[in-house]
């Protein structure tokens, strides 16, 4: 497992040689998004038409800080991440990803694997349900790493001037809480090229909002007792007044996101920019206002 992330990138890159095709991407996997954590492959062919053929992505990323529902840890992680997901033309996918948190000695923070199934109810109309497992080495710092399981449900309309998505998410396990993502966002590609006529650049811009609980921050405060009373963010009494504010459903987090991707028949370049407001932070953390930063490459395989 320790060289996981290099072999997905070796891989990758070795592929560059296969024969390409006429750009069209995978479809069915955004399984992660509502969580913001980015560390899943993600899917600008969200906007194309379904692929018709089964496929396989790999992908490494790197992002400056873990972001989990519009949450963060005391300190900054920043990480990286290598991706595998599985598309079959049914409609079902299965999915593993692979974190490692940059400037810690452990070889792996986190394994997700889990799987799902994408369905078009109509040309505007998409969707996914599917389920994750996370798995943590028990010294991990991410404050993900106070959930255990959660089943996604995401469907999304595109009106034609831009794009609207509304995710729900059950976390269960270590920790409960419920979310509901809402996404708005345009997609745009060039009608031009940069170094010949199969490549294009694609942006994607997105407002979005989180609402839920918080559990997970109280289950994170517990879990990491002994070093977080030195930083003063332990909440001592487990059933106090912040344990019980963690339990209300409120607003957590606004955003802005803008991807920029560059593309070619099989593979993606894509940088991101996201500004986090988080908003009624309650127990363990003291979060603030926050830019954030992504770099993906993920190369799809028919």
Known sequence: MRYFGILVFLVSCNALSAAVAKPLLFTALQPRLAADTDTVLKAPADTTKPVKKNSLSAGINYGSDALFFGRTGPTKYPFMAADVVINYQSGFFVYGSALKVLGYNHAVDEIDVGGGYYYRLSKKFTGTISYTRFIFNKESEIIKSASSNDINFKNSYDWGPFKTSIIGDYLFGKSYD??????????????????????????????????????????????????LEANNIYIRNENGLGARANAKFNMLNYSFKMPISYNRPHYTLEFSYRYSIPVNVEGALLNRRESFYNLTFYYVFY
């Open 178 to 227: 419920i979310f509901a993502t809402v996404s708005n966002s345009k997609y745009w590609e060039s009608s031009w090229s940069i170094f010949d006529d199969q490549d294009y650049l694609s942006i994607n811009p997105s407002i979005n909002f989180i609402v839920g609980t918080q559990n997970f921050v109280q289950r994170y405060s517990i879990d990491h007792k002994y070093r």
